[in-house]
Antibody
Framework: EVQLVQSGAEVKKPGESLKISCKGS????????IGWVRQMPGKGLEWMGI????????RYSPSFQGQVTISADKSISTAYLQWGSLKASDTAMYYC?????????????WGQGTTVTVSS | SYELTQPPSVSVSPGQTARITCSGD??????AHWYQQKPGQAPVLVIY???KRPSGIPERFSGSNSGATATLTLSGVQAEDEADYFC??????????FGGGTKLTVL
């Protein structure tokens, strides 16, 4: 079964750092792009960026460039999303998803989501 | 920055046809993809590359892309189709965006 399993919910304070993960299984992880999507409470989906773990090619939405870092370790089929200094406005659900063909394609497999809460 | 525009809401009676539009300047050159999201759940891809339906998605879901507008059509809407729907497409820089989402209400 093709699946993406994300790390668990996080509660952090403003200014703290955080790295969440997304582990793929059931397919050749390094031959597909993985994307990250933010959904703030009660709001829509926001495309954050994508990574191709085969060669670490990474692309960011202008809205998230410089705010987060996307990385991957193809040896363990895992992608990451990290923050150097969290803000309250980073409170959201974060999804990872597999792009089904190419960097502009649709996302056909989704993780269960990771809730990030940033509060003092 | 690039934007995709969707109507905030669409309402339809059971058995009728619902059409949800997505407008964007780059759509004549880029594919549109569509997602369904129900409360508390991750999104599900229902249409990709304008017209293709992933396995397991009912035939009542279809898509089109003409000019600067992509359209998701649900024929014979059922109560279980009530959800939020989002379009997604790329811009000329190679990054993608989502539309603001459309809440489909089945009356």
């Amino acid at each position: 079964e093709v699946q993406l399993v994300q790390s668990g919910a996080e509660v952090k304070k403003p200014g703290e750092s955080l790295k969440i993960s997304c582990k793929g299984s059931g397919y050749s992880f390094s031959t597909y792009w993985i994307g990250w999507v933010r959904q703030m409470p009660g709001k829509g989906l926001e495309w954050m960026g994508i990574i191709y773990s085969g060669d670490s090619d990474t692309r960011y939405s202008p809205s998230f460039q410089g705010q987060v870092t996307i990385s991957a370790d193809k040896s363990i089929s895992t992608a990451y999303l990290q923050w150097g200094s969290l803000k309250a406005s980073d409170t959201a659900m974060y999804y990872c998803a597999r792009l089904n063909s190419g960097s502009s394609s649709g996302m056909d497999v989704w993780g269960q989501g990771t809730t990030v809460t940033v509060s003092s | 920055s690039y934007e995709l525009t969707q109507p905030p809401s669409v309402s339809v009676s059971p058995g009728q046809t619902a059409r949800i539009t997505c407008s964007g300047d780059a759509l004549p050159k880029q594919y549109a993809h569509w997602y369904q999201q129900k409360p508390g759940q991750a999104p599900v891809l229902v249409i990709y590359k304008d017209t293709k339906r992933p396995s397991g998605i009912p035939e009542r879901f279809s898509g089109s892309n003409s000019g600067a507008t992509a359209t998701l059509t649900l024929s014979g809407v059922q109560a279980e189709d009530e959800a939020d729907y989002f379009c997604q497409s790329a811009d000329s820089s190679g990054t993608s965006v989502f539309g603001g989402g459309t809440k489909l209400t089945v009356l």
